[in-house]
């Protein structure tokens, strides 16, 4: 988000430290579950149908190109605009033995030609090599290449020679020393553009290695889509996806992958709204497009932050395919940012916005003989990808988007009377715009809600009955974008502390006591990179090389690996425990596996007993609690110490018909009973 109104509006919000029921200490290292003396709170649960489902697409992820997330972290591209498209098409670029500054280009230099022609590849560079004075391209990744000791990386390059004899092009992997740790080379042949391909296998681990790029021969010779990947990624794919990153969102189990945004969809102008048509088919012809996080913020600026859109929209589909989550894609509905220009598409201009809706559910659902579908088809995918939900806007607001949505919804459910529209809220959990904007999308019978909740630890906290009294008849919710923040929200010093993950956990609780409202929910954003980030909180950190996942990651995933399918009751004194002595709780049937899987959130800094009385169901007495503790509630995750606060499985036993448990303080745990 953005400068102006943002950061007087919604970025000032300081919140305060020390909170009361979840009060920082270092005393408790009590993670065992054993039952303990001292005073027991009884709770009971009811086992009785309530006839609540959990969606399958209640906890999920929420993807948005910010922090690196794509170009530089998932999309395991290693070269910085590797086609010469961005602004300043040499950015990445070096050419350590040419100084055009000191008109030193005695060994040869890169100068960058636009192309004539209307496809997406606007520029190549053509290299002129003079001599044997060693001229050399280099590039330098993002924030460096990640390399791994006898991994392998495919190099790609198209290239055409222009005149005199280029014979050899060398490709080498350098470390941060500048000592070559792998090389490779090809020969280019033809005036014409062809593509050339090798292999490097790196000798050494290097977090920050740079491709180097040699000649032999003298002459002139184009290039472009200089590229290097990774031969492992995720399911082996070429020139796919980063392998770890992927297998941590696969870890979460998500009901459904949101894409590709967050205001990145909205873009901070109309024309550069993000646009899905752009992004699909041949990879070069993707036109590529300025990140609109690139300097957003004054205190973390990327200006060599682009979209090559290598992740584009069939990549996201099929990524949804292979994390088995329902694909749910966010357009823009003709509204630029409103924290930024707020530009308007005028209303008698809005019909190519809402035929890209219309022609992306047929680019995903539709049959191959569809001008869409066969676009999808020569992509690899003749299947549909059976889309069924899809997002109207990310965080609009005030009657311009109502003004806007309902021509959306008319036209789709026209066409497709069985999609699910997802609409927005705005970026504030309450206030005028939220209310109105409820109001309106009531009337026209809104099927999801988008809601966003930046807010303190404490507001988590005291959220956890949020939606008890949300109307039942009424649209349901997408909790789309929410995230603890434990300095301010857009604060470069927030960090992804224990407070915040366990205030998150107490809410949630909340979010599946009221299944019957809330039918989908993600944490934001969902990744940064050690060095390219913008935002912070993220659920997820990685770096060139590894990933860890948050305390807030573990607490998603404990969530999302036990969803189960029923919700069922539980209470203390007849009422559902919303942060009485500081425990929240829920509890669920997964009728597949014949499961009760009880959650409780313990937020006070002392470890609690709870006795549940499970009289009126057949459970077995043996089962396994899952806890995530920490001592002191500023305690993080680090590259350094990846696990520091991560899930502890035991085993449990229960007597008779009741559950004893002593919780932890300041501890979120799972109990999962098997049922006869
Ligand atoms: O998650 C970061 C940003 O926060 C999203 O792009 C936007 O929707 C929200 O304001």
Redesign the pocket.
């Known amino acids: ?1 953005v400068k102006s109104v943002l950061k007087f509006v919604l970025w000032t919000i300081v919140i305060a430290g020390s909170v009361s029921g979840c009060k920082d200490t270092s005393t408790n290292e009590n993670t065992d579950t054993e039952y303990s003396a001292g005073s027991t709170t009884d709770l009971k649960v009811d086992f009785k149908d309530t006839g609540i489902k959990i969606q399958p697409t209640m906890y999920g992820v ?1 993807f ?1 190109d ?1 922090n690196f997330a794509a170009d530089g972290g998932l999309y395991a591209e290693m070269v910085k605009n590797r086609s010469f498209e961005f602004t300043l098409p040499k950015m990445g670029w070096l050419e350590p033995n040419s100084d055009r500054h000191n008109l030193n280009t005695n060994s040869g230099f890169m100068t960058v030609i636009k192309r004539k022609g209307t496809t997406g590849n606007h520029n190549y560079a053509r290299v002129e090599v003079k001599n044997d004075q060693g001229y050399v391209l280099e590039n330098e990744g993002f924030r460096g290449m990640g390399v791994k000791q006898d991994a392998k990386y495919n190099i790609s390059v198209k290239a055409a020679k222009q005149s005199g004899n280029i014979q050899e092009i060398h490709f080498q992997l350098v470390d941060s020393n500048g000592e070559a740790i792998g090389e490779t080379m090809i020969e280019p042949k033809g005036t014409e553009w062809n593509t050339f391909t090798s292999q490097i296998t790196a000798s050494k681990t290097e977090k920050k290695a740079k491709l180097k790029i040699m000649f032999k021969g003298t002459g002139v010779i184009d290039l472009d889509m200089i590229s290097l990947f990774p031969e492992d990624t995720w399911k082996g794919r070429k020139n796919g996806l980063r392998k770890d990153l992927v297998q941590l969102l696969a870890d979460l189990n998500p009901g459904f992958l949101r894409f590709p ?4 969809v909205e873009g901070r102008t109309l024309a550069r709204r993000y646009q899905w048509k752009k992004t699909v088919g041949p990879m070069e012809d993707r036109e590529i497009l300025v990140n609109r996080w690139n300097t957003e913020f004054d205190h973390r600026p990327t200006p060599d932050y682009y979209q090559s859109f290598g992740l584009g929209f069939f990549e996201y589909f099929q990524l949804s395919e292979d994390l088995g989550a329902e694909p749910l894609p966010i357009l823009s509905c003709g509204i630029a940012c409103q ?1 930024n220009t707020g530009e308007l598409v005028p209303m008698e201009e809005l019909d190519p916005y809402v035929q890209d809706a219309l022609d992306l559910i047929e680019f995903a659902n539709g049959a191959v003989d569809t001008p869409w579908g066969r676009v999808r088809s020569d992509m690899g995918h003749p299947e549909p990808f059976n889309m069924k939900y899809i997002g109207v806007g ?2 609009q607001w005030g009657p311009a988007y109502i003004e806007r949505y309902k021509v959306f919804a008319k036209a789709i459910k026209s066409k497709y009377p069985d999609m699910i529209i997802v609409s927005g809220s705005g ?1 504030f959990p309450e206030g005028d715009y939220f209310d109105y904007g409820w109001e309106e999308l009531k009337k026209l019978d809104a099927e999801i809600v988008d809601e ?1 909740y ?1 807010k303190p630890p404490q507001w988590f906290r005291d959220n956890a009955t949020r939606y008890d009294e949300y109307d039942r008849s009424g649209p349901k919710i997408f909790a789309g ?1 929410y ?1 603890a923040q434990s300095v301010a929200i857009a604060s470069p010093d927030n960090k992804n502390n224990w407070e915040c993950a366990l205030s998150e956990a107490a809410f949630m609780t909340g979010l599946e006591r009221n299944a019957e409202v809330v039918h989908l929910s993600s944490y ?2 969902l990744m940064a990179h050690e060095e390219g980030w913008q ?1 912070t909180p993220d659920l997820i950190w990685f770096n060139n090389l590894t990933s860890y996942g948050t305390p807030n990651y573990h607490v998603q995933k404990m969530y999302s690996t036990n969803p189960g399918t029923d919700l069922l009751k539980i209470t203390k004194d007849g009422k559902a425990l919303t942060g009485q002595e500081n425990l929240y709780a829920t509890v669920v049937k997964d009728s597949n596996k014949n499961k009760l899987i009880i959650k409780l959130v313990n937020t006070s800094d002392k470890a609690q007993n709870v006795s549940i009385d499970l009289s009126g169901g057949d459970v077995k007495s043996k089962g396994k609690t899952l806890t995530l503790t920490s001592p002191e509630l500023s305690d993080v995750n680090s590259f350094e110490k990846p696990d520091n606060i991560s899930p502890v499985e035991a085993e449990f036993n229960s007597e008779g018909h009741q559950a004893q448990l002593n919780l932890a303080a300041q501890s979120f745990t799972i109990l999962s009973l098997e049922l006869n």
Do not use: D, K, S, V
Not at 261 to 264: D, K, L, Y
């Open positions: 988000m929420f948005e910010i945004g967050g205001c990145i924290f990310n965080e970026p966003h930046y974008e995230a934001a954003p935002w």
